[in-house]
């Protein structure tokens, strides 16, 4: 929600704010000697590590050693037994590769023991993977795909400031090669505008990437003009001076409405004479005779011990309540409503709920996410049309519990953050995704905005379930389910209004299907989902007219999918079935099908897909249909080819 628009979310009370800002009085001689035999522990230990596993990334470790010893000592609000405290202050490695220097700090403050930290780092079956991931407790999201961290911690920022309204902060650990990705820039600027001072990028300004010199190498003015045009405070260090990087992290809790940039320039393997400043060594481990002669010029392996500062007590603004009575808004059948339509009533309604938060992508009145901000307007962020941090918006939102839903049209929200949705997966995210205005039925637009290949791509996602209701009833009652469905759910919407099918009371369970017309006498089976069910049922209309019993499958949950009704069906039909969707036939609906239907006991089977085969172009939604041959005409005269015992034309398997 926009300031603009006078209706911003809630945001920290000023004595939370002072709370947030409280500074860290100066290090005496004694604090900074224990910097530098902790930057050091930190450094022995990132070698050990990778030299022990043979693989790993310790001289970008190395690099940043002495700015997470002083935030570690000094800055860092953190209950390491309870990691799940509210009031916890967050520390995200945007640079996940040095992952060494990561899991060297949790053996620091003793929740990561020396023996598990050298002799399983990246071993099978251990928990201190190559890139952190979520399967350990004190790690938010999985990162290592350059560019993800800082936008995932604008999520968390939006959450302590205008949800929980707590004064924990979020800092985070970026490289200086992950600065040439935009989505660190769409980062800085929702961060700037949404005013999260609780937000610090810590930037390891190293020079080299992995493979020559980064765009900017040591350029620091240069860095800081781009950070000072996106909104954001920047402030430059030198990264291997504890005084200055203490001053510099103390000096982020005075700017309580902007998002403070650290740009420390440091040098690529400092610490170890034979490396530093030396390309061609990013991503590999010492030698082994090197690394024993490093970390004896270093002091040899360390036991300090480091007790990191308590978070001040604290409750969250929000307690969620799933159990919030929830009314769904209803239907007369045969009344014509938009999938799209259904989406924004259904989710208005759990607003109910408090933990329900919505973000757009600045078509909120198209995909009808907008009517949330009427419901609930501190729940509601816009993210303008920045998709990247869109998605991981959701992510950071869902990192502190909060039941986050991001929409915009299927063929953006899919495609350009596709990497977020993937290593949203393999954070193991719970976030709802709906994409509205999908393939060739959106008609006149053209195939610019025509999502053909969204159902392939969130299929292939870890941990996703996919959906595509046919109308308003099934919409509303999957956008209810998808609240309290882990993982990644989607939700395909069409643009235009069809008829409501179903009554209030019927259910849609994940992994079910709907049957229509079936019985004992049936010799086809017609498949749709989305609009091709429409199609389907006036195919089955006329099929009847003809003689010819269709059976009509709703599949409405592609993933996970009703395998058992499909096979029956098959075996109750004579294995002829006609699957069509508005989607490209690689990855689809006839794909899933297919997939469902292999194994030792598959039935007899004579399947036609029709699908999208060529690139379509503008015409009315009907025109595009019978075009891509996915109309109630071509599907019926597949079927009919099917009974007949012809081989069909066209998209048949």
Same mark, same amino acid.
Request: hydrophobic share 40%; aromatic share 6%.
């Given at each position: 929600?926009?300031?603009?628009?006078?209706?911003?979310?809630?945001?920290m009370?000023?004595?939370?704010?002072?709370?947030?800002q409280?500074?860290?009085?100066?290090?005496?001689?004694?604090?900074?000697? #224990?910097i *530098?035999?902790? /930057?050091?522990?930190?450094?022995?230990?990132?070698?050990?590590?990778?030299?022990?596993?043979?693989?790993?990334?310790?001289?970008?470790?190395?690099?940043?050693?002495?700015?997470?010893?002083?935030?570690?000592?000094?800055?860092?609000?953190?209950?390491?037994?309870?990691?799940?405290?509210?009031?916890?202050?967050?520390?995200?490695?945007? +640079?996940?590769?040095?992952?060494p220097?990561?899991?060297s700090?949790?053996?620091?403050?003793?929740?990561v023991?020396?023996a598990e930290?050298i002799?399983?780092y990246?071993?099978?079956?251990?928990?201190?993977?190559?890139?952190?991931?979520?399967?350990? =407790?004190?790690?938010?999201?999985?990162?290592?795909s350059?560019?993800?961290?800082l936008?995932?911690?604008?999520?968390?920022?939006?959450?302590?400031?205008?949800?929980?309204r707590?004064?924990?902060?979020?800092w985070?650990?970026?490289?200086d090669s992950?600065?040439?990705e935009?989505s660190?820039?769409?980062?800085?600027?929702?961060?700037?505008?949404?005013k999260?001072?609780?937000?610090?990028?810590?930037?390891?300004?190293?020079?080299?990437?992995?493979?020559?010199?980064?765009?900017?190498?040591?350029d620091?003015d240069?860095?800081a003009?781009?950070? $000072?045009?996106?909104?954001?405070?920047?402030?430059?260090?030198?990264?291997?001076?504890?005084?200055?990087?203490?001053?510099?992290?103390a000096?982020?809790r005075?700017?309580?409405?902007?998002p403070t940039?650290?740009?420390?320039?440091?040098?690529?393997?400092?610490?170890?004479?034979e490396?530093?400043? +030396?390309?061609?060594w990013?991503g590999?481990?010492?030698? +082994?005779?090197m690394?024993?002669?490093?970390?004896?010029?270093?002091?040899?392996?360390?036991?300090?011990?480091?007790?990191?500062a308590?978070?001040?007590?604290?409750?969250?603004?929000?307690?969620?309540?799933?159990?919030?009575?929830?009314?769904?808004?209803?239907?007369?059948?045969?009344e014509k409503?938009a999938?799209r339509a259904?989406?924004?009533?259904?989710?208005?309604?759990l607003?109910?709920?408090?933990e329900?938060?919505?973000?757009?992508?600045?078509?909120?009145?198209?995909?009808?996410?907008g009517e949330f901000?009427?419901?609930?307007?501190?729940r509601?962020?816009e993210? @303008?049309?920045?998709?990247q941090?869109?998605?991981?918006?959701a992510?950071?939102?869902?990192v502190?519990?909060?039941?986050?839903?991001?929409?915009?049209?299927?063929? @953006?929200?899919?495609s350009?953050?596709?990497?977020?949705?993937?290593?949203?997966?393999?954070?193991?995210?719970?976030?709802?995704? #709906?994409?509205?205005?999908?393939?060739? $039925?959106?008609?006149?637009?053209?195939?610019?905005?025509?999502?053909?290949?969204?159902?392939?791509?969130?299929?292939?996602?870890h941990?996703?379930?996919?959906?595509?209701?046919?109308?308003?009833?099934?919409?509303?009652?999957?956008?209810?389910t998808?609240?309290?469905?882990?993982?990644?759910?989607?939700?395909?919407?069409?643009?235009?209004?069809?008829?409501?099918?179903?009554? =209030?009371d019927?259910? @849609?369970?994940?992994?079910?299907?709907?049957?229509?017309?079936?019985?004992p006498?049936?010799?086809?089976?017609?498949?749709?989902?989305?609009?091709?069910?429409?199609?389907? !049922?006036?195919?089955?209309?006329?099929l009847?007219?003809?003689?010819?019993?269709a059976?009509?499958?709703? !599949?409405?949950?592609?993933?996970?999918?009703?395998?058992?009704?499909?096979?029956?069906?098959?075996?109750?039909?004579?294995g002829r079935?006609?699957?069509?969707?508005?989607?490209?036939p690689?990855?689809?609906?006839?794909?899933?099908?297919l997939? /469902?239907? /292999?194994?030792?006991?598959?039935?007899?089977?004579?399947?036609?897909?029709?699908? #999208?085969?060529?690139?379509?172009?503008?015409?009315?939604?009907? $025109?595009?249909?019978?075009a891509?041959?996915?109309?109630? *005409?071509?599907?019926?005269? /597949?079927?009919?080819?099917?009974?007949?015992?012809?081989?069909?034309?066209?998209?048949? #398997?």
């Amino acid at each position: 929600m926009t300031e603009q628009q006078g209706q911003a979310p809630a945001e920290m009370t000023t004595a939370q704010m002072a709370t947030a800002q409280m500074a860290t009085a100066p290090m005496t001689s004694a604090e900074t000697s #224990v910097i *530098r035999a902790l /930057a050091a522990q930190l450094r022995v230990d990132a070698i050990r590590c990778s030299t022990e596993a043979g693989s790993g990334h310790p001289t970008s470790s190395l690099s940043a050693a002495d700015l997470m010893a002083v935030l570690l000592e000094r800055h860092l609000h953190y209950d390491w037994d309870h990691p799940a405290l509210p009031n916890n202050d967050h520390l995200i490695f945007s +640079k996940g590769h040095a992952s060494p220097l990561l899991y060297s700090m949790y053996r620091a403050v003793g929740v990561v023991d020396e023996a598990e930290l050298i002799s399983t780092y990246r071993q099978f079956g251990s928990r201190l993977q190559g890139h952190p991931t979520p399967v350990l =407790p004190w790690v938010d999201v999985a990162t290592g795909s350059l560019g993800q961290g800082l936008p995932d911690a604008v999520g968390i920022g939006l959450a302590g400031r205008y949800l929980d309204r707590l004064p924990y902060r979020t800092w985070v650990l970026c490289g200086d090669s992950e600065l040439a990705e935009g989505s660190m820039w769409e980062a800085l600027d929702k961060a700037a505008y949404y005013k999260l001072g609780n937000l610090t990028a810590i930037v390891d300004v190293n020079r080299l990437g992995q493979d020559g010199p980064t765009e900017l190498q040591w350029d620091m003015d240069r860095y800081a003009r781009r950070v $000072e045009a996106f909104g954001a405070y920047p402030l430059i260090i030198d990264g291997h001076d504890p005084a200055a990087i203490d001053d510099a992290l103390a000096q982020v809790r005075s700017h309580p409405d902007q998002p403070t940039v650290i740009l420390a320039k440091t040098i690529k393997g400092k610490g170890v004479p034979e490396v530093e400043d +030396k390309d061609g060594w990013h991503g590999k481990a010492l030698p +082994k005779d090197m690394a024993e002669h490093a970390v004896e010029a270093l002091g040899g392996p360390g036991s300090l011990r480091i007790t990191t500062a308590l978070p001040d007590p604290g409750t969250p603004a929000i307690t969620p309540n799933p159990q919030a009575v929830i009314s769904l808004p209803t239907w007369e059948p045969g009344e014509k409503v938009a999938t799209r339509a259904a989406f924004g009533a259904a989710v208005s309604a759990l607003a109910a709920r408090p933990e329900i938060v919505v973000l757009d992508g600045e078509v909120g009145n198209s995909t009808h996410a907008g009517e949330f901000r009427d419901a609930a307007p501190d729940r509601y962020f816009e993210m @303008f049309i920045a998709e990247q941090q869109l998605i991981a918006s959701a992510v950071g939102l869902s990192v502190r519990g909060y039941v986050p839903f991001a929409a915009s049209f299927a063929a @953006f929200l899919v495609s350009r953050p596709y990497d977020f949705i993937r290593m949203a997966g393999v954070s193991q995210a719970s976030i709802r995704l #709906v994409g509205t205005h999908a393939g060739v $039925e959106i008609g006149q637009d053209g195939p610019s905005q025509m999502a053909l290949e969204d159902i392939a791509a969130m299929r292939a996602i870890h941990t996703s379930t996919v959906v595509y209701p046919a109308d308003a009833a099934s919409t509303a009652r999957l956008v209810a389910t998808m609240a309290d469905t882990t993982g990644i759910s989607y939700l395909r919407a069409t643009r235009g209004a069809y008829p409501v099918i179903y009554g =209030p009371d019927e259910e @849609f369970p994940l992994g079910g299907c709907k049957v229509h017309r079936a019985g004992p006498d049936d010799a086809v089976a017609l498949i749709g989902a989305g609009v091709t069910l429409h199609e389907c !049922l006036t195919a089955a209309g006329e099929l009847a007219e003809a003689g010819i019993n269709a059976r009509v499958i709703d !599949l409405y949950s592609l993933k996970p999918i009703d395998a058992e009704t499909l096979r029956l069906t098959c075996l109750e039909t004579g294995g002829r079935i006609v699957i069509a969707e508005d989607h490209y036939p690689e990855g689809g609906i006839g794909s899933a099908v297919l997939e /469902a239907l /292999a194994g030792p006991y598959t039935p007899e089977l004579h399947a036609v897909l029709l699908a #999208v085969k060529s690139l379509p172009g503008s015409g009315t939604p009907q $025109e595009l249909l019978d075009a891509a041959g996915i109309s109630a *005409r071509h599907i019926a005269a /597949a079927a009919r080819s099917l009974v007949d015992g012809n081989q069909p034309g066209g998209n048949d #398997v």
